[in-house]
């Protein structure tokens, strides 16, 4: 293989993914830093899912961290209340997430524009107050604590070994992504973002394919949401609050619509910043705000396309 | 049945909260196709800002039109910062920019005031009114007469002033208008201000009944929105019978069900809306050309 055709593969990103995740904790000081690198890919994961629905088949969704939620609480309340195993509850979760938004996405997919965006802000909603309400199985508003995760009676605690599981699941999610860019599916979502009635005229089933990646997406959002409860060993129903959910979606318009990669460096700024950056924690709102306003104004594209368009402008 | 009249008297109180608050949305909506997810925000910038200026002791009605006119600021610098420049964007573009003011107006508020539960001494007292068995606080006699008069005062400007004509022309054809010399820009402008006075008063109004915090704006902006779908988006007499429908369901809801679940009567009610009637009670259905 040339080093073009290297260059040109499009398993380049995930691949070069992949060796700084294993290349970077060289350079970590001390296990703090696998921390916010675990936290990164899980939310990164969660972007991701977001970014298959809102950068390529242009759907928005405000209620995504409900996804969360469900996943979160999955972990949570399977084990404690039923003895289910964690591993186990993990894969139920994604699978009711895959059910909910299977039965949610039916009908609100077929709305456009802002009647899609509040009604998945409405779903969002939903979902977090019945995590608050129902005090007798999530704990209400203090939330519960989460049981660690055993696998083959191996204990998967602490921070550097969720930062290997989370960075090799967002790799894994993030060559899946790609796969399924590539596939008719993919495709025809493209062609959906581009004209929706055009792509209806060219014989598309428009509506089945939304759902397709919505029920995607959906399970991305709840496996991060399962990742995040099991390594904070705590959940409360913030996980699935408004907050949370346009969180996501700054991550993802800040990193770029549409791109993967950018899912990551959206997820990677936007935590390490409030971590780094005194005033980031404190003004957190304010500048989430601010981010959304400024991007989608300035810089529509996000980062990482921006950046592409410029070294692609530079080997002309 | 006293107890039916009680939730009753609590639903219109509310529900005329919902129904400025979507009036607001329609305002913005029928100038500018734009829905505007911080008009909540504007409903808790008028209670908070009135609260915390009649605390540096300042005369309570005073300190009131002050919110209003720094609201009403507020909101055309909304306008003028966030809206003009992303002229051409998307609607998803759009509804990411109003989310965004909606979160940065939530963010400073938490930082310029604080992050505690306020509230407002009532207009008229706090004795309640006894009546057929329930009680009434008069409040919300003071909060049903204005929202009245706001829309009776709306529905003159619009129907009795060349202003009010112009605004009914960029709702009917923007570049129509235009063509006829109706200034666009200064009409949706005027649109974000109307917006954000009607959102301030009704921050200023219901502060003594629900209280107020930097974050009350989400939920308000929400069943706001909702009552704003289930009347028909873009129509003015359909605002305010959704918004009293939906203040009524939810008093219900909170006095027969659950009130832990009133606040998801609004969410609940907006995917039906949206599922089995998009067009909404008044709103007439909009058929898409290719």
Known sequence: MSLRNLLENRLLPPIAVAAVFVSIPWFFPSAYYYRIGALVFIFALAVAGLNLLMGFAGQVSLGHAGFLGIGAYSVAIGPAHFGVPSWLCLFAGAALSAAVAFLVGRPILRLKGHYLAVATLGFGLLVAIVLTNEASLTGGPDGMTVPRLTVFGWSVRGSVIWYWVAGATFVVGFVLALNVMQSPTGRALQAIHDSEIAARVLGIDVARKKLTIFIISAVYASVAGSYLALFNGHVTPDVAGFLRSIELVAMVVLGGMGSILGSLVGAGLLVVLPQTLTIFHEYEQALLGLILIVFMIFLRRGIVPSIAAIISGWRK | ?290
């Open chain 2, 1 to 290: 049945m006293a107890e039916l009249l009680q939730f009753v008297f609590s639903g219109l109180t509310v529900g005329a909260i919902y129904a400025l608050v979507a009036l607001g949305f329609t305002l913005i909506y029928k100038a500018s196709d734009i829905i505007n997810f911080a008009q909540g925000e504007f409903v808790m910038l008028g209670g908070m800002t009135t609260v915390f200026v009649a605390h540096a002791g300042v005369p309570l009605p005073l300190a009131a039109l002050l919110a209003i006119i720094a609201t009403t600021a507020i909101g055309l610098g909304l306008h003028r910062f966030a809206i003009e420049p992303a002229r051409g964007a998307t609607s998803v573009a759009l509804i990411m920019i109003t989310i965004g003011a909606s979160i940065f107006l939530r963010g400073t508020a938490q930082i310029v005031f604080d992050r505690r539960f306020h509230s407002l001494p009532p207009l008229l007292g706090a004795d309640p009114i006894q009546f057929g068995g329930a009680a009434l606080l008069p409040q919300s006699l003071v909060v049903l007469a204005t929202a009245t008069v706001i829309v009776v005062v709306l529905w003159l400007f619009i129907e009795r002033t060349i202003l009010g004509k112009a605004v009914i022309a960029t709702a009917a054809n923007r570049l129509a208008a235009r063509l006829v010399g109706v200034d666009t820009r200064r009409i949706v402008a005027l649109s974000f201000a109307v917006s954000a006075a009607i959102g301030a008063i009704a921050g200023v109004l219901i502060t003594p009944i629900t209280l107020t915090s930097y974050d009350a704006g989400t939920l308000l902006a929400l069943k706001g929105f909702a009552a704003a779908m289930l009347g028909g988006i873009g129509s003015a007499p359909g605002a305010v019978v959704g918004g009293l429908l939906i203040g009524m369901f939810e008093a219900l809801a909170a006095g027969y069900l659950s009130s832990n679940y009133k606040d998801a009567v609004a969410f609940l009610i907006i995917l039906v809306v949206l599922v089995a009637i998009p067009q909404g009670l008044f709103g007439r259905a909009k058929i898409e050309r290719v």
